[in-house]
């Protein structure tokens, strides 16, 4: 509930501070006095526009702060915490806004910077203000279903339901999905078959490549290789002129030299190292020139498959060294594409089976919402009858559609006829300012009880009403305010007798300034104060002492 307001510079509101207490509080004060800027506050707080006729003139910016227990609001606490804009102490929270005198303005929940939309939607979940205002929730058509689920306590088949749609609408679009990439994938899948058959066919293996580009630069080179080689085996290893008939030559004259020394023996040992090396390549170069072979067709066959290594990799755009990767990665892209329509039915048939069981529990749903409505009808026409309204009739349509929606197929509107003989129509055409806010207070006094909306706002009730039915309106809202918190600006001593508690307000004009105040009213305040709303200005005794009358048996005895 609203716990505390602080407007600056807001109007004709200098400074004002109001710690508010759960219960009824009436608002009273004569016309003109300032009733509808706390209104106005409560509004910007809430995510209203702003402008530059909000501030107090003269003064750079206006500021309001209101402050909220949402320690029994879970849904707004699960909102705070979704939009990372909770604090360490989840019981409270607080909403700041400045209005600029340009006119500009800037919000925070919780000390931390929101956008307008982000007030908005916390509000929703905080504080619900009724009367000629733009706060009107019985308008928007959204909260109908809501404020139905609530009177029939659906908030746990309706979660399922939800979640089962969440889950239908996931599978829709993945079916619609396979079907848009089925479609743009045939042509796909003609050039995939196309393209593994013809890859498949070279039946390239890895490292083959380099292989056959080794095979054949010896296969293209053979008759020189073997031609020099035969030559540099008769220059290390022939008869005659040899290096190693030479190297053997030196290595026995060495040997045979008298008086050998130190560096003599390592001069022979370094030319018997390479008269052995001589003769290892001698057998090296016998070997490879042994396994040289001509061979024209295989040399033919060899050059034949890498050049059509070489135009499937020019034909794929790639190098001859990735064709092999290639080849694998379009087979895995075949396979799966293949599989596709498997996917396809697969998918088909469990958004069929969602579908059902949606269809299913949706309409036992709107079967709970029909007797439920029937009941809100019955007990808000009474309601209605009560308040002066006894022609008016009231009616909650639910229609089941074909359309899925998060909360079922069921599309709910409350319609209201307030005249005999008429057909009842959507209450935005044809209630007016007075008739909506009790319409709003007869929907509001049978609701409150499953309402998640702890604070409530009621902008002159009254109006259009006197008497006996004022009393009554006074005692509805006193009865709603015993499970929540009432705000009721009124007009009327019958309904401000009501009230737990009383706010004043009431202008102060000097020759340069104006300005308002408000005031909480002790007992003897209170009877001056309805007095005043009895009897005018001038106020008799007996005008007092009906004042002291009415409060006094409005009061709750002990």
Not at 61 to 90: C, G, Y
Not at 135 to 150: A, K, M, N, P, V
Not at 236 to 245: E, K, L, N, P, T
């Amino acid at each position: 509930m609203l716990t505390y307001l602080a407007i600056n510079n807001l109007a004709i509101v200098e400074q004002l501070e109001l710690d508010l207490p759960a219960g009824m509080t009436v608002i009273t004060g004569e016309t003109g006095a300032g009733k509808s800027i706390l209104l106005d506050a409560m509004g910007l707080a809430l995510g209203d526009r702003a402008d530059a006729d909000s501030v107090r003139h003269g003064t750079p910016k206006a500021e309001i702060h209101a402050h909220f227990d949402v320690s029994a609001l879970k849904v707004a606490r699960q909102w705070l915490i979704k939009n990372e804009l909770n604090t360490d102490d989840s019981s409270e929270c607080i909403l700041r806004r400045v209005i600029h005198s340009n006119g500009r303005s800037k919000a925070w929940i919780n000390g931390q910077p929101c956008s307008v939309q982000q007030l908005k939607q916390l509000s929703s979940h905080l504080i619900d203000i009724h009367g000629q205002h733009e706060h009107q929730s019985l308008l928007r058509r959204e909260t109908h279903l809501t404020l139905l689920d609530e009177f029939a306590r659906l908030q746990k088949p309706v979660a399922q339901q939800t979640e089962l749609f969440r889950q239908w609408q996931k599978c829709r679009r993945q079916l619609e999905q396979l079907k848009n990439q089925d479609s743009e994938q045939q042509s796909r899948l003609e050039l995939l078959r196309y393209q593994v058959e013809e890859l498949e066919q070279l039946a390239l293996e890895e490292q083959e490549l380099q292989q056959l580009e080794e095979e054949q630069q010896r296969l293209a080179n053979a008759e020189t290789l073997i031609a020099e080689g035969q030559a540099i085996i008769e220059l290390c290893d022939s008869d005659h002129g040899s290096v190693r008939q030479m190297l053997n030559q030196a290595c026995h004259r060495i040997s045979q030299i008298p008086g050998q020394d130190t560096r003599l023996n390592e001069i022979s040992q370094l030319l018997n190292e390479a008269l052995i090396q001589v003769e290892e390549a001698s057998g090296e170069l016998h070997h490879f020139v042994n396994g040289c072979e001509l061979d024209p067709e295989r040399l033919q066959f060899v050059e034949e498959r890498l050049s059509t290594i070489y135009q499937l990799a020019r034909k794929h755009h790639i190098t001859p060294e990735e064709l092999y990767q290639h080849s694998l990665q379009l087979r895995e892209e075949l396979n799966k594409i293949e599989s596709g329509p498997q996917n396809i039915d697969q998918v088909a048939e469990q958004l069929q089976e969602l579908t059902e069981i949606f269809r299913e529990k949706a309409a036992i749903l709107s079967q709970k919402r029909r007797k439920a409505a029937d009941r809100l009808n019955k007990e808000i026409n009474k309601q209605l009858s009560m308040l002066g309204m006894a022609n008016a009739r009231f009616e909650v349509s639910v229609n089941s559609t074909d359309q899925f929606q998060p909360t079922g197929t069921d599309d709910t509107e409350f319609l209201i006829s307030t005249n005999p003989g008429q057909p009842a129509k959507p209450m935005i055409k044809i209630a007016s300012g007075g008739e909506l806010s009790r319409i709003s207070l007869a929907i509001q006094v049978v609701t409150a009880q499953t309402s998640t909306i702890p604070t409530l706002v009621f902008d002159e009730v009254d109006v259009g009403i006197s008497g006996g039915t004022a009393e009554i309106v006074g005692k509805l809202l006193h009865n709603l305010g015993q499970s929540g918190q009432i705000l009721s600006i009124t007009h009327l001593p019958q309904v401000a007798a009501q009230g737990d508690q009383h706010l004043h307000i009431r202008k102060f004009s000097t020759k340069n300034s104006t300005r308002s105040e408000m005031l909480w009213l002790d007992q003897s305040q209170r009877i001056t104060e309805l007095a005043r709303m009895l009897g005018g200005v001038d106020l008799t005794e007996q005008t007092l002492a009906h004042a002291s009358e009415m409060l006094t048996s409005s009061q709750p005895v002990d």
